[in-house]
């Protein structure tokens, strides 16, 4: 008897497991296709707010539009910041960000603390009165914020304006710590009060430290959204020395609605670099936080 032959068998072409292939090559293909679908169309206002913001008058009335600038040109920019008080205003906004940012993740941690270990009643109602004012149109509060502020001598000006920020982007930040804390093992709370630690050294030196990536993410919400806010800004705040980056861009438009165009663009597109540069900055914080807690035991 000769050796025996290795016969190799291949799979039919229509056999399911090359029709499952096809299917997974196929929703792959789609996936990507909608991703860079996605990410040109986020791109695109911003791509064509820098083009805008370099091109010279000439080419903004051409009928004809380009993306690259034939002849681009800096007297947007030298024209916007000569205009308009950009610099103060961007100042205030800063101010405002940056303060009702720290102030509402200092609220929203110990209080999110509470909330997440919180088993009752008390607890549920507070989670979910956090979400339902989430709904609550800006129109609906301005008047009666207005109104108290007023008390307070706070109308026109900045303190009173990252007092509104703090208290309108505190239940979103409760929101979001409370997932943070509950992912955080209770044994770690157990453990540190069995070596005598209380609950607000356990929340210090135990879970603050775990929830770095969520205080982060917070921060950068609770930054994002005063740097940008406009109603609020435009309904308090009168006089030029204390209004913010976004109510001063509305000055480049004009009585009858007509704007004006170059330095308008070049004045927004510098309001939105804080934006992108702070998240791309803190985004690889809160990447690497996340990794880092991924392995830890």
Same mark, same amino acid.
């Given at each position: 008897m000769g050796p025996a032959r290795s016969r190799s068998w291949t799979r039919p072409r229509g056999a399911p497991g090359a029709?499952? /292939?096809?299917? #997974?090559?196929?929703?792959?293909? #789609?996936?990507?296709?909608? %991703?860079?679908?996605?990410?040109? *169309?986020l791109a695109f206002p911003f791509l064509w707010l820098l083009s805008t913001a370099f091109k010279p008058a000439r080419e903004l009335g051409s009928l004809h539009p380009t993306w690259i600038p034939r002849d681009p040109t800096l007297g947007n920019f030298r024209q916007a910041f000569a205009e308009q008080p950009l610099a103060h205003a961007a100042f205030n906004s800063l101010i405002a960000a940056v303060c $009702?940012?720290?102030?509402?993740?200092?609220?929203?941690?110990?209080?999110? +603390?509470?909330?997440?270990?919180?088993?009752?009643?008390?607890? #549920?109602?507070?989670?979910?009165?956090?979400?339902?004012?989430?709904? *609550?149109?800006?129109?609906?509060?301005?008047?009666?914020? +207005?109104? !108290?502020?007023?008390? %307070?001598?706070?109308?026109?000006?900045?303190? /009173?304006?990252?007092?509104?920020? !703090?208290?309108?982007?505190?239940? +979103? #930040?409760?929101?979001?710590?409370?997932?943070?804390?509950?992912?955080?093992?209770?044994?770690l709370e157990e453990a540190a009060a069995m070596d005598g630690a209380g609950r607000l050294r356990t929340l210090v030196s135990v879970v603050a430290p775990l929830l770095a990536p969520g205080i982060v993410a917070t921060g950068l919400f609770a930054f994002i959204t005063a740097w940008n806010e406009f109603f609020f800004a435009l309904v308090l705040l009168k006089t030029p020395e204390q209004q913010t980056l976004p109510v001063v861009l509305t000055h480049f438009l004009g009585a009858e609605?007509?704007?004006?165009?170059?330095?308008?663009?070049? $004045?927004? +597109?510098? $309001?939105?670099?804080?934006?992108?540069?702070? *998240?791309? !900055?803190?985004?690889?914080?809160?990447?690497?936080?996340?990794?880092a807690g991924a392995v830890k035991s």
């Open positions: 029709r499952t /292939g096809r299917t #997974a090559r196929t929703a792959r293909a #789609a996936q990507y296709t909608a %991703l860079a679908g996605y990410l040109v *169309f $009702a940012a720290v102030l509402a993740v200092a609220l929203a941690t110990p209080t999110a +603390f509470v909330l997440a270990r919180g088993r009752g009643r008390l607890a #549920a109602a507070a989670t979910g009165w956090v979400v339902i004012s989430q709904a *609550f149109p800006f129109v609906l509060v301005i008047i009666p914020l +207005f109104l !108290v502020l007023k008390n %307070l001598h706070l109308v026109n000006s900045v303190p /009173g304006l990252i007092l509104v920020y !703090v208290v309108w982007s505190l239940p +979103f #930040a409760l929101w979001m710590l409370v997932g943070y804390v509950r992912a955080v093992p209770p044994e609605g007509a704007a004006d165009l170059g330095p308008l663009a070049a $004045a927004a +597109f510098l $309001a939105t670099l804080p934006s992108l540069v702070v *998240f791309s !900055v803190i985004q690889k914080r809160i990447t690497g936080g996340m990794l």
